[in-house]
């Protein structure tokens, strides 16, 4: 089945430093990926469309300049999150399409605590 | 702009019974998808289900069916004979008909089970 790679599964950072979050669509090309941030107990909120070759689309309210993002090839989108602070600390899922059939597939997180 | 409700934070079921899980949504397009997502602790995001609004016909997967009500703009989760591994957060989520893709989260029901 189609899979999506995300690493790191964790990561602590200090304070005002940057940490990037891979994301890769292992068996299939993906032109959009999405950006999802989730607060403990709480669901999944989209933070962007990334689109391969071309800017991400954000949601109201993400800042663009903390959250980059790359989409840069067909299999891989990053997400840095710049001068990172402590209420950046959250969990980040990336998503793709494979294809009509597959639905949404998800990556395994990346829990991001920042000290 | 659409939203998705979960109505029951949380639920409990004892082990063999069956449990059914709530969630409505409001769209103003007649063309969408619908989705049962399953998030267990290890925070995978797991399809359950999926349905298509042109689809008259309930949805089904194994133990998992869903009751539509397209009128209502209901979309009910049914777990049949309820086991241990399907102690996990549940989303319920939409997807437009147009070209964004973007999944709509519900904000989720903890569903325990007992044994």
């Known amino acids: 089945g189609a899979v999506v790679s995300q690493h790191p599964s964790r990561v602590i950072c200090k304070s005002g430093t940057s940490v990037k979050i891979e994301c890769r669509s292992l068996?299939?090309?993906?032109?959009?990926m999405f950006w999802y941030r989730q607060f403990p107990k709480q669901s999944l909120m989209l933070m962007a469309t990334s689109n391969e070759g071309s800017k991400a689309t954000y949601e109201q309210g993400v800042e663009k300049d903390k959250f980059l993002i790359n989409h840069a090839s067909l299999t891989l989108s990053t997400l840095t999150v710049t001068s990172a602070h402590p209420e950046d600390s959250s969990f980040y899922i990336c998503?793709?399409?494979?294809?009509?059939?597959?639905?949404?597939?998800f990556g395994s997180g990346t829990r991001l605590t920042v000290v | 702009a659409q939203t998705v409700t979960q109505s029951q934070p949380e639920m409990s079921v004892q082990e063999a019974e069956t449990v059914t899980l709530s969630c409505t949504y409001d769209?103003?397009?007649?063309?969408?998808?619908l989705f049962w997502y399953k998030q267990p602790p290890s925070r995978q995001m797991i399809l359950v289900i999926r349905q298509e609004a042109y689809k008259q016909q309930n949805a089904t997967e194994n133990r998992f069916s869903v009751n539509f009500q397209k009128a209502a703009k209901s979309f009910s989760l049914k777990i049949s004979d309820s086991q241990l591994g399907d102690a996990a957060m549940y989303f319920c989520?939409?997807?437009?008909?147009?070209?964004?893709?973007?999944?709509?989260f519900g904000t989720g029901t903890l569903l325990a089970v007992q044994p």
């Open positions: 068996d299939f090309q993906a032109t959009t």
């Open positions: 998503s793709a399409v494979p294809g009509s059939l597959y639905g949404y597939t």
């Open positions: 989520a939409y997807e437009g008909g147009g070209a964004t893709n973007k999944l709509i």
């Open positions: 769209t103003s397009e007649s063309d969408y998808y």
